[in-house]
């Protein structure tokens, strides 16, 4: 019989070469450049979709634009979050230190997301719904969001020990995980001012084609720039911690 200690220590190792700083690091001014190189050709044909090509709603007028900016915030702010989870979870469990610094590079970019989703949001709202600020299921979900990633990031900078800080993040962000359903459900499970889902990736969509492909494209702007910001971030972050000395777990 394989003991359960055992299934872990192999997990950890392996995982351990995964993430370990002298792999990722020799690799990661090779992708700057390279989404560098695509960041300023994407955002030129996802503006010019956006806003010239793409037509006007029939109902909504020009100000359907903000959804381009909008979706992919809310879609990157919900994805930031539940990726940033899930590795507080492993490195709660398996001890893989380099795990926080991704973390402390993906926290800054989630929250940032968020308040973009929630200022386009109230700035799409007061054409559409007549008001800047409704107290929503769907924009009380989303503010939530922002307070979690508000207390996360601040126990990770202000709370010492770091293991106190850590294990403090970890419960946040377990405890916002709960919100994530809640936010992509809203709609359905309560009488929201939301639309329900015109994006079903399991379903036919009621989007049109003509708004669809701006928005995937302005995803992929969103995608690219969110990656440049993370790595940059991450980098500094390596070298902080070799400057302090704290890289011997590599």
């Not at 019989?1 to 020799?26: A, Y």
């Not at 402390?104 to 973009?116: E, K, R, V």
Request: aromatic content about 16%; overall charge positive.
């Amino acid at each position: 019989m394989i003991s359960s200690h055992t299934v872990i220590t192999v997990v950890r190792n392996f995982m351990f070469n995964i993430f370990s700083i002298s792999s990722i690091f020799s690799i990661i001014n090779k992708l700057i450049k390279f989404f560098s190189s695509l960041i300023f050709i994407a955002l030129a044909v996802g503006l010019t979709f956006a806003l010239l090509i793409s037509p006007p709603d029939y109902i909504q007028k020009d100000s359907v634009r903000i959804m381009y900016v909008h979706v992919p915030s809310a879609w990157l702010s919900l994805a930031s979050f539940s990726i940033m989870t899930l590795f507080f979870i492993l490195n709660f469990v398996f001890k893989i230190k380099n795990l926080q610094l991704i973390n402390y590079s993906i926290a800054p970019i989630g929250l940032l997301f968020t308040c973009l989703a929630i200022i386009t949001g109230a700035a799409w709202g007061k054409p559409t719904w007549g008001t800047w600020w409704a107290w929503d299921a769907r924009l009380t979900s989303m503010l939530a969001l922002l307070f979690f990633y508000v207390l996360i990031i601040l126990s990770l900078k202000f709370i010492s020990p770091l293991e106190r800080s850590l294990k403090l993040a970890t419960l946040f962000s377990i405890i916002g995980s709960i919100n994530i359903p809640i936010i992509k459900y809203s709609v359905d499970w309560w009488n929201t001012l939301h639309q329900p889902a015109s994006i079903k990736f399991s379903g036919s969509s009621t989007i049109h084609s003509s708004f669809l492909v701006p928005l995937f494209l302005m995803l992929l702007v969103f995608l690219i720039f969110s990656a440049l910001i993370f790595l940059m971030k991450y980098k500094t972050e390596i070298i902080k911690m070799k400057k302090k000395g704290l890289n011997k777990y590599d």
